[in-house]
């Protein structure tokens, strides 16, 4: 069997399935199948297989997912800030310390001066035990995770319409047969190019449609075919959204028996929708009325031809203070087309970590206990306190979002510890330079990981951990299916998985030595009955089932219950079992262009990149094939700065200023510029984002800041 990568042209190649240890992807949440080759990290390979989300490709990221095993600054023994400088030393000695240094805070300050933050690469059993962790032997309610950054605006406004949030409720494969697909926010091309396998008949048809302020390769894709490319300013999502809702009523595209029978508070929604003609959301949007009407006659014909309609969100739509009203706006689009909850149409949102769709089911968000339940539902508390043999009462409230925790950190009335597991906040966190002095202010910064991030350079204790290769576990992907990791390399003398790590700090802190198991398939039958009843229920999957090949896809409810691949077939998981509207408007970004920052600066991922880079920038060949941080910018706006391609650039915005080679690009609109944000020190983009608030999902608005570009001396 020969197997494809997908992507750009130039990355093509082709590899021979073998035999070695079957699991997935360390990156992205398509979670491509591959399998690993070699008896150690120095000869280890990976090799992609044949499943259904990735088809046989893998993206260059996945091709290279051996080297990050044999980074030479891998690190093996635990170090401590002594004297100001971080030195090895042995793990009894760092588990002390940070146990006796957590026990003398807590009996000073309370549970709450001690914080967590977690991440959605973690497995789903780590996830689980890291929320028990918090609440049980920390007693805090200060637990949150990065994936606070990337799904929850996606993740509030799907609890909104439909009672449950799950990034696709259907299989990735179902795009592949769908003539048209809207994609708002979202470059996959670039970020998970398997992904654009399933777009191939959309794209053939002319009916692939991308709404995005850049035109990128995913653009190029649907325009190399006739497709559209909605080209709107920055922030404005949701008035394209509501313009094309408006033309979707006005001009008869509406799925009337659908609405009636289907969905409650449309009339409510439409009071505002009727007032966004189209001719004003092209104002605002930039985006012309034509292409609005096309994107809406596309789905509508596909939809009524029975050849797939989807619509589907990504950060680029949602990363913004009011990303949970936008999405639910681009619900509404779909629900006044009759879209979600049919076979061959529907929205989903394209989860972007790795366990970021499990990541956030487990119990490491603030306001959830596992299962996807709320922990403030009595029944829940009760629930979950008996699976981890405690009293109600002790499970305590809701606590700070991620971005909050940050800023309270260090403070007098915040954390004045953090243990940081799987993130790289000094790069990844919105206006970074102050989240950095943040964790420069506490007593004591505990940062669990592999490699030496940003982040962890910072910490006083430093615990080196086990990689994706070395260690058991499960993850569940972009589509709700649940995933075996198995291990297929031996760790390096040293490192520790985090199950040990956690479960030897409960023991110090004075809890049963069988409360944390150590253990990931102990840890996930714990699990299973945890989230037994929940809205991702997980209770009928078993590693057995899972080693045997069965597809799983939440909810499980039983073991002999084949999972759930289509959701919302039957009703929504709404008390009335409808799909509900939500009455939202259009208010725009936190902070607008001015005379001092005449342009928006908007981030996201290249292909050779993951997130903070803390991986990926420790391969040679992602390296070279990216080049160093850029600013992408039209050359007319280059130009009025002074600046010319090639040169060196400062991106200043209220917040900081970070540092980019130019790069012109003469599709750019005039009032917009592009920054990656996996660079690290004075190239960071998140040293210019805002840190405004989403109310509902409290998401930061890394979409939009405003900026002036300057020649660097």
Excluded at 3 to 21: D, N, Q, Y
Excluded at 37 to 48: C, F, Q, S, Y
Excluded at 307 to 326: F, K, P, W
Excluded at 371 to 389: K, L
Aim: aromatic residues 6%.
């Amino acid at each position: 069997m020969t197997v494809v990568e997908f992507g750009p042209a130039g990355v093509e190649r082709h590899a021979p399935a073998t035999a070695g240890t079957a699991t997935h992807c360390p990156y992205c949440g398509l979670q491509c199948a591959m399998t690993i080759t070699g008896d150690g990290p120095a000869t280890a390979a990976v090799e992609p297989r044949q499943f259904p989300t990735n088809r046989g490709g893998l993206c260059r990221k996945g091709w290279t997912a051996a080297d990050v095993l044999r980074v030479p600054d891998r690190l093996t023994a635990p170090l401590v800030r002594m004297d100001g400088d971080l030195v090895p030393t042995t793990w009894e000695h760092a588990l002390d310390l940070v146990a006796n240094t957590l026990t003398r805070l807590r009996a000073e300050h309370g549970p709450d001066s001690v914080g967590v933050f977690g991440a959605g690469g973690l497995t789903n059993e780590k996830s689980y035990v890291l929320g028990k962790f918090a609440r049980v032997a920390l007693g805090t309610s200060n637990i949150d995770y990065n994936g606070r950054f990337c799904m929850s605006s996606a993740a509030a406004a799907g609890n909104r319409a439909f009672g449950l949030d799950r990034g696709l409720p259907f299989p990735v494969s179902d795009l592949g047969s769908a003539r048209a697909v809207l994609i708002l926010g979202g470059n996959v091309a670039e970020t998970m190019p398997p992904f654009t396998a399933h777009l191939g008949t959309a794209a053939a048809a002319g009916g692939l449609i991308v709404a995005d302020p850049r035109r990128t390769p995913t653009v190029d894709r649907a325009l190399a075919a006739g497709g559209v490319h909605l080209q709107l300013a920055p922030g404005t999502d949701l008035a394209l959204a509501l313009g094309m809702t408006h033309l979707a009523v006005v001009e008869g595209y509406a799925d009337r028996d659908y609405l009636d029978e289907r969905t409650e508070g449309v009339d409510a929604y439409w009071a505002t929708a009727a007032q966004w003609w189209p001719e004003r959301a092209e104002r605002v949007t930039g985006v012309p009325v034509s292409r609005m009407r096309e994107t809406v006659r596309a789905l509508a014909t596909s939809r009524d031809a029975g050849t797939g309609a989807y619509v589907l969100t990504a950060r680029g739509a949602e990363q913004h203070a009011s990303g949970t009203d936008t999405v639910s706006a681009v619900i509404a689009l779909a629900l006044v087309l009759g879209l979600p909850g049919n076979r061959g149409t529907g929205y989903g949102a394209i989860t972007g970590q790795g366990n970021g769709q499990g990541g956030r089911e487990h119990g490491q968000k603030a306001d959830q206990l596992p299962g996807y339940r709320s922990i403030t539902d009595p029944a829940a508390r009760e629930h979950v306190a008996g699976v981890w043999g405690i009293d109600p009462a002790d499970i305590p409230g809701p606590g700070k979002s991620a971005y909050e925790l940050l800023d309270s950190v260090g403070r007098a009335d915040g954390p004045r510890a953090l243990l940081v597991h799987g993130s790289n906040l000094a790069v990844s966190a919105p206006r970074a330079a102050h989240v950095v002095d943040r964790l420069d202010a506490l007593e004591l910064l505990v940062v669990t990981d592999f490699v030496l991030s940003e982040t962890a350079a910072r910490a006083d204790v430093v615990l080196p951990t086990l990689q994706w290769a070395e260690e058991e576990g499960t993850m569940t992907s972009l589509e709700g299916r649940i995933l075996r990791r198995r291990r297929a390399l031996r760790a390096p003398d040293g490192a520790r998985g985090e199950l040990d790590i956690l479960a030897d700090l409960a023991e110090r802190l004075g809890q049963p030595a069988n409360r944390f198991p150590r253990d990931a398939a102990t840890v996930f039958d714990e699990l299973r009955r945890a989230s037994a009843g929940g809205p991702a229920d997980y209770s009928g999957v078993t590693y057995e089932r899972l080693d045997a090949g069965e597809a799983l896809h939440w909810p499980v409810p039983a073991v002999d219950h084949p999972g759930t691949p289509r959701l919302f077939l039957d009703r929504f998981r709404t008390p009335s079992g409808r799909a509900r509207f939500t009455v939202v408007d259009h208010v725009g970004p936190a902070e607008t262009a001015d005379e001092d920052f005449p342009l928006l600066a908007t981030t996201g991922r290249v292909l050779g990149h993951y997130q903070s880079g803390a991986q990926t920038r420790r391969v040679a060949e992602l390296v070279d094939a990216t080049g160093p941080m850029f600013v992408e910018v039209h050359p007319d706006t280059a130009e009025r700065a002074g600046l010319a391609d090639g040169d060196d650039a400062s991106v200043v915005s209220r917040r900081g200023t970070t540092r980019a080679r130019v790069r012109t690009e003469a599709t750019m609109r005039l009032d917009t510029v592009f920054l990656p944000f996996h660079f690290a020190g004075a190239e960071r983009a998140n040293l210019v984002t805002n840190d405004a608030l989403d109310p509902t999902s409290r998401m930061p608005e890394f979409k939009v800041a405003a900026v002036r570009l300057e020649p660097t001396s």
